[in-house]
């Protein structure tokens, strides 16, 4: 990270430290009573592969001396993102690990939660961390572990949401739910980071998801450490993102959220589709997948009433009119949502966005209060007395 970078963004003096101490030339630097208690962490730039940098390390019991971390994501518990990274921090061993993840995939859930429905928990295995997988969304996920519900201990130290695929910059940060398991955590004055990978389909590689976390582990570790000297910042999460090439990264860089945003592009489809099939083929996939959780865990034959229940509902749901009642003459038509890059016109060196592109990895606070630019505020201000003497 550069001078420059650290000049240019007004952000808390502790942020700015841990930063420095983590991403700079670590030689000489930490003298103080922790450094030998502390296993020593090499520059993320240096390192071959995630493998050399995580010692193997066999899970043991859980350890009540050591921090609880608590691990989330939105791209579903079985995704590869989740998976490096909860390996890498119980083979490492200097915390106790706890995951609370979404059964499938809830990239884009944004910061929502699971209203007047029942959600499953189900306790699952991921490499000897204590799991959950829960039928519901990063928040659900994040809301129900620090509710004191489902875990044994009453506050983790830090939460992490991640890694998932695909960045989270800009405008996608309203609608990330990486970013909401995050938001929730801070929302409960817990400490989090959000990770994601710039994911390209035509470049990337499920070994990336390894090396994205060897990049990170140093600033998890900084972060773990500074949460318990008090020194982490308490104001805002941090939202890491990781270029699509972890470990040729220029490295960290402190770095502004952007306006960057895709198109929303709605396309007119067909209605000659079958209705049940058109209308409601995320509803089956989700079944499917709750079929096979059944089949963990109950008889063929309650799995077989489940899914005639369900397709009843379906049925129900497909012939209710407006008022509630049938009308088979009712006209359907439908659309589906498609997301297209648009160039962004911001050349601003320390946006999020544009750090990925150059190869850093991007580091952006994300505060729970909506900034208003001081020229911004200024000209509201303006206005609101301009607008209210015309009215007098």
């Known amino acids: 990270m550069t001078t420059s970078a650290v000049k240019n963004n007004f952000l808390p003096p502790g942020l700015v430290s841990n930063l420095q101490e983590v991403l700079l030339n670590r030689k000489g630097a930490q003298n103080d009573k922790d450094q030998q208690s502390k296993p020593k962490v090499d520059d993320p730039s240096t390192q071959p592969s995630s493998s050399d940098s995580v010692p193997d390390v066999a899970a043991d019991d859980a350890d009540s001396t050591k921090p609880v971390v608590l691990v989330t ?16 921090l119980v083979r490492q061993g200097l915390c106790n690990v706890n995951v609370c993840a979404p059964q499938s995939d809830k990239s884009v859930a944004g910061h929502s939660f699971t209203l007047k429905e029942t959600i499953a928990v189900t306790p699952t295995d991921i490499h000897g961390a204590t799991a959950y997988e829960v039928s519901g969304t990063p928040v659900d996920c994040v809301s ?11 506050k983790p130290v830090l939460v992490i949401s991640g890694i998932n695929r695909g960045s989270s910059c800009g ?15 801070l929302f409960n004055s817990v400490p989090s980071i959000s990770i994601s990978l710039d994911w390209r389909n035509d470049e990337s590689q499920e070994s990336d998801f390894k090396d ?14 500074d949460i318990e000297k008090g020194a982490f910042p308490k104001s805002c999460l941090l939202h890491i993102g990781v270029p699509k090439s972890p470990l040729t990264n220029k490295g960290f860089k402190l770095t502004k959220q952007s306006l960057w945003s895709s198109t929303l592009c709605w396309q007119a489809k067909s209605s000659t589709r079958n209705l049940a099939a058109g209308r409601f083929l995320p509803n089956q996939q989700s079944l499917g997948m709750q079929l096979a959780q059944l089949g963990r865990d109950a008889s063929a034959a309650g799995a077989a009433r489940k899914l005639v229940t369900q397709r009843k509902n379906i049925e129900v749901v497909e012939s209710v009119g407006i008022a509630g009642k049938a009308d088979p003459d009712r006209k359907v038509k439908y ?45 509201a201000s303006k206005w609101i007395s301009s607008a209210l003497e015309v009215e007098q």
């Open 73 to 88: 994501n939105a791209d579903g518990i079985e995704s590869p993102g989740i998976t490096c990274l909860v390996d890498a």
């Open 144 to 154: 129900l572990a620090l509710s004191g519900a489902l875990f044994s201990w009453s």
């Open 171 to 185: 405008h996608q940060m309203f609608y990330s739910g990486v970013v909401a398991g995050a938001r929730e955590a």
């Open 212 to 225: 994205a976390v060897s990049v990170c582990l140093p600033l998890i570790n900084a972060a773990i450490r």
């Open 335 to 379: 659309f589906r949502l498609e997301l297209l890059d648009k160039k962004q016109e911001e050349e601003d060196e320390d946006l999020d966005f544009r750090a990925l592109e150059n190869g850093f990895v991007a580091v952006t606070p994300v505060s729970l209060a909506m900034h208003v630019e001081a020229d911004v505020n200024a000209a």
